[in-house]
Nanobody, 115 residues
């Protein structure tokens, strides 16, 4: 059973930075795609950023130019560098991994952007 383990959330002031990490544990196969999603209170979960293979990246319009997704395929680990954070970035952030028709979600990590 594959487990997605997130870390790196916390409280940060507006304009600050955080880096989230997500490791896929329990598989020796390389994940075909990985992505970050978030869910704010009272809102639906939304895609933040995704990476297919090692280089095909895509971002939600709201985070373009501020967030950077990357991965270490050898370790099945993914990162989300978040800069210039805004209060509207406050949410629970989830990572997702995909191999073929199977996908797995992490438990979520809370990010709070507040002064």
């Amino acid at each position: 059973q594959v487990e997605m383990v997130e870390s790196g959330g916390g409280l940060v002031q507006p304009g600050g930075s955080l880096t989230l990490s997500c490791a896929a544990v329990g598989t020796r196969f390389r994940l075909a795609a990985m992505s970050w999603h978030r869910q704010a209170p009272g809102k639906e979960r939304e895609l933040v950023a995704g990476i297919i293979g090692d280089s095909k990246r895509h971002y939600a319009e709201s985070v373009k130019g501020r967030f950077t997704i990357s991965r270490d395929s050898a370790k099945n680990t993914m990162y989300l560098q978040m800069n210039n954070l805004k209060p509207e970035d406050t949410a629970v952030y989830y990572c997702r991994g995909v191999i073929g028709a199977n996908d797995w979600w992490g438990q979520g990590t809370q990010v709070n952007v507040s002064s």
